[in-house]
């Protein structure tokens, strides 16, 4: 079974600055995805970035990039110019490849960010 | 932008009363899911749905747990009899295929008294 760690309960950054949340993996699959999802205090789950893990490029969308390591079954998010609306609890997470749609995501107990003005 | 809805946003329950929370996916979807997310933990996985009938399923979801597609644009999660340990948050997901990404709806918050 897929396991994700994520070892930082909580972490703060002051406004535009940047932050990483790490996120660790495991699996013997070798095409799976990954993902970050932001979940504010309404407690939406909004995806931030996704990873596919066949591609060698990490992702990025606008000040949100990742660093995928691969064989290190890393996959870290990285939060440029942190703004206020920033601030929510993040989940990483994994999905397998596969051909049904069927797979289910497995989370990470997730990280909550602070930010600070 | 498409998004998944969810009814109630809230509930209340009695333990032992049935509730049903209900779910809009995403209109062209096909993959459906519900998840769970008691209050301080992380999100865990129910069951997942496709054609009518269900793909998966946790060890969470037993025999009080129940899921429909009633009609072509609501999904349901049914559960008989409600204990104190089901207060959570509930999470209905959509996909449209197999490679795509799962998009959550905004959750119904159920407390069981």
């Known amino acids: 079974a897929q396991t994700v760690t994520q070892s930082q309960p909580e972490m703060s950054v002051q406004e535009a600055e940047t932050v990483t949340l790490s996120c660790t993996y495991d699996t013997s699959e070798s095409d799976y995805y990954l993902f970050w999802y932001k979940q504010p205090p309404s407690r939406q789950m909004i995806l931030v970035i996704r990873?596919?893990?066949?591609?060698?490029q990490n992702a990025t969308e606008n000040r949100f990039s990742v660093n995928f390591q691969k064989a290190a079954k890393s996959f870290s998010l990285k939060i440029s110019d942190s703004q206020l609306g920033d601030a929510a609890m993040y989940f990483c997470a994994y999905r397998s490849f596969g051909s049904g749609g069927y797979q289910k995501v497995t989370f990470g107990t997730g990280t909550k960010l602070q930010v600070i003005p | 932008e498409p998004e998944v809805t969810q009814t109630p946003s809230h509930q209340v329950t009695q333990m032992g009363q049935e509730v049903i929370l209900r779910c809009v996916p995403i209109?062209?979807?096909?993959?459906f899911y519900w998840y769970r997310q008691i209050l301080g933990q992380k999100v865990e996985f129910l069951v997942s749905f496709y054609n009518n009938e269900i793909s998966e399923k946790s060890e969470i979801f037993d025999d009080q747990f129940s899921v429909e597609r009633p009609d072509g644009s609501n999904f349901t999660l049914k559960i008989r009899s409600t204990k104190l340990e089901d207060s959570a948050m509930y999470f209905c997901a959509s996909t449209a295929g197999g490679s795509e990404t799962q998009y959550f709806g905004p959750g119904t918050r159920l407390l069981v008294l």
């Open positions: 209109s062209n979807h096909l993959y």
């Open positions: 990873q596919e893990a066949y591609k060698q």
